[in-house]
Every structure is written in C-alpha cells, then in structure tokens.
T-cell receptor, first 115, second 110 residues
Framework: EAGVAQSPRYKIIEKRQSVAFWCNPI?????LYWYQQILGQGPKLLIQ????????DSQLPKDRFSAERLKGVDSTLKIQPAKLEDSAVYLC?????????????FGEGSRLTVL | GENVEQHPSTLSVQEGDSAVIKCTYS??????FPWYKQELGKRPQLIID?????GEKKDQRIAVTLNKTAKHFSLHITETQPEDSAVYFC?????????FGQGTELSVKP
C-alpha cells in the first residue's frame, strides 16, 4: 500500500515569509497528525484531525500556524509569517485507529530552514 | 498533560552487546506505549508497542517492559547489530494522541 506522502521535502525561506506543506495520508486513514520535530528532539504534536474535524490543536501556535483538512483526506499546514525558531522537520502521520491511537504511519517529512 | 522523559540521550555499545533505553511518563491514565526507530534522514517507524494489560512483550531481539505502578517502561535490544544504529523514541498515549520522548541516539560499533 502507498505510504504517507508529503511535499515539499525541503524548503528554505527568509524569516517573515510564508510556507505551506502538503500531506496525503494512507487511503482510508481517518486520523491525521502534524508533528514538528526540531533537530535533536522528539516529535511534538501540532494538530490532530479526525476526518475533517480538529480533535486537538492545543500546541499549534495559532498566531502564525494554520492547518486544514478539506474533505477529510489531504491536509495542508501553513506558517505565516515564519520565525527562525520554526526551522524543523514537519512530519505528517496517519492512523486508522480513530480516537484511540494505534500505529502511526509517518511521511518522510518536510524540512524547513528559516534564514 | 502527559510528559514523557527518556534517557539516556546517547548510547554507544559494542556489536553483540545489549542496549536498554528507559522512559517515564506522568499520566497514570495512559494505556498505550509504542517505540519508534528513526534512521538518519528517514521517517520514524514503529518497532514494538505494549498496552497496559501486559507487563512485557518480545519480538525477536527487541522487548519492551512496562511497570504501571512506577510509570516507566523500557526498550531492550539484545545481540545488537550495526543496523540497529538509529534514534529511538518512546511515546505514551494521552488520550487519543501520542506524546514522544526526546529520543536516544544508539550507536552500535562493529
């Protein structure tokens, strides 16, 4: 089966610019997550969707980050304006387990460098 | 909310030795504890998980133990091989989402 697809793989921007990341989860997976992984740290959950509804966005910096999952399939994560500390790998993951977590399937990630 | 502490942050072993990575968690309601392996530049992948109704689970050279009373769980890798070199993350469920530890970089020297 096809895995979780993410794009772009790499992005370099200046601070205060905007950027958007796209994720296509495994077909049929209702739950989609965006994690931020700063170099040398564990993944930190930004937002969790169940179908096209937000389950948890308590760690999402809403003044600059936004995410949507239209039609309950693909998702986009946007940062505007970017700050230096947003430099990280943004991992998308999906799960078929609904609200109770089971195995998360991660994409390859989108590496963001903010200069 | 849930907090997961993982140690050590780095671990170096000789090929064939055992490696142990430990995690503690704060939320006594957590019931699911997976371990992920992340090779350099690649995606994290699940290697083993355990639910709170068992104390130990084994899969070939890897095993996980869980002590719910003490709120800690551990990953054990026996007969380590160079291909085991990677960053390992523990995680705990809280609820409906996974909270990850900081990671342990394991280096297996041939």
């Amino acid at each position: 089966e096809a895995g979780v697809a993410q794009s772009p793989r790499y992005k370099i921007i200046e601070k205060r610019q905007s950027v958007a990341f796209w994720c296509n989860p495994i077909s049929g997976h209702a739950t989609l997550y965006w994690y931020q992984q700063i170099l040398g740290q564990g993944p930190k959950l930004l937002i969790q969707f169940q179908n096209n509804g937000v389950v948890d966005d308590s760690q999402l910096p809403k003044d600059r980050f936004s995410a949507e999952r239209l039609k309950g399939v693909d998702s986009t994560l946007k940062i505007q304006p970017a700050k230096l500390e947003d430099s990280a790998v943004y991992l998308c993951a999906s799960s078929s387990s609904g609200r109770a977590p089971g195995e998360l399937f991660f994409g390859e990630g989108s590496r963001l460098t903010v200069l | 909310g849930e907090n997961v502490e993982q140690h050590p942050s780095t671990l170096s072993v000789q090929e064939g030795d055992s490696a142990v990575i430990k995690c503690t968690y704060s939320d006594s309601a957590s019931n699911y504890f997976p371990w992920y392996k992340q090779e350099l530049g690649k995606r994290p992948q699940l290697i083993i998980d355990i639910r709170s109704n068992v104390g130990e689970k084994k899969d070939q050279r890897i095993a996980v133990t869980l002590n719910k009373t003490a709120k800690h769980f551990s990953l054990h890798i026996t007969e380590t091989q160079p291909e085991d070199s990677a960053v390992y993350f523990c995680a705990a469920e809280s609820p409906g989402k996974l909270i990850f530890g900081q990671g342990t970089e394991l280096s297996v020297k041939p």
